[in-house]
């Protein structure tokens, strides 16, 4: 079974520019999450997706934000980039939690905003 | 607030012997508990889980120990070897989170040939 995919696996780009990231989860898994690794913050949870619906948000500003497609895939947006969003960010699916609760994380996609 | 505390950054052992890696939490409300082993600009690879309905879960080399009641939970790597040898994250979810994870700071593990 092919694993989490995340699409692109490195990204450039300069403050003010928005950046689109993508997420396939592991087949038949329905919900996916998203989270930011910055060396001072750890991994902090964005948000989670299931069933195209978005079900838990963490502390981060409107400029993050994301979507889910009927195909479970899911993308990431971030707008008016800043110098501080540079990090490497990961995608996690799993089962729904009452069947499964393990997340499984995908390569991440590192982020350089200049 | 720090739910999720790895008190320790780093943590070196010979090759062979026994690692303990310890992880703390806050909120009475998690009730299930994963250990991931990372490589740098690598996603965090799944190693072993525990439900708070229990306290000890093994797979393989790999055993994680809960108590509850010192809300606190360790991974032991027995025997250590140098492939172990990689940053490690304790992570919690609520029964109500839905797949939110709290991740600890993570405790870089260094196995010594």
């Known amino acids: 079974k092919a694993g989490v995919t995340q699409t692109p696996r490195y990204l450039i780009k300069t403050r003010g520019q928005q950046v689109t990231l993508s997420c396939s989860p592991i087949?038949?898994?329905?919900?996916v999450s998203w989270y930011q690794q910055t060396p001072g913050q750890g991994l902090q949870f964005l948000f989670e997706?299931?069933?195209?619906?978005?079900?838990n948000k963490g502390n981060f500003p409107g400029r993050f934000s994301g979507r889910q497609f009927s195909n479970s895939r899911s993308e990431m947006n971030v707008s008016t980039l800043e110098l501080g969003d540079s990090a490497l960010y990961l995608c996690?699916?799993?089962?729904?939690?009452?069947?499964?609760?393990?997340?499984?994380f995908g390569p991440g996609t590192r982020l350089l905003v200049l | 607030d720090q739910q999720v505390k790895q008190n320790s950054p780093s943590l070196s052992v010979q090759e062979g012997r026994i690692s303990i890696l310890n992880c703390d939490y806050t909120?009475?409300?998690?009730?299930?508990f994963l250990w991931y082993k990372k490589y740098p600009a690598e996603g965090p690879t799944f190693l072993i889980s525990?439900?708070?309905?229990?306290d000890k879960n093994e797979d393989g080399r790999f055993t994680v120990f809960l108590n509850k009641s010192a809300k606190h939970l360790s991974l032991h790597i027995v025997p250590s070897q140098p492939g172990d040898s990689a940053v490690y994250f304790c992570?919690?979810?609520?029964?109500?989170?839905?797949?939110?994870?709290?991740f600890g700071e993570g405790t870089q593990l260094t196995v010594n040939p």
């Open positions: 996690a699916s799993s089962l729904p939690r009452t069947v499964e609760e393990t997340q499984y």
């Open positions: 087949s038949g898994h329905r919900s």
């Open positions: 997706y299931f069933s195209e619906t978005q079900r």
């Open positions: 909120n009475s409300m998690f009730d299930y």
């Open positions: 525990i439900s708070s309905i229990k």
């Open positions: 992570a919690a979810s609520e029964a109500e989170g839905g797949s939110r994870l709290t």
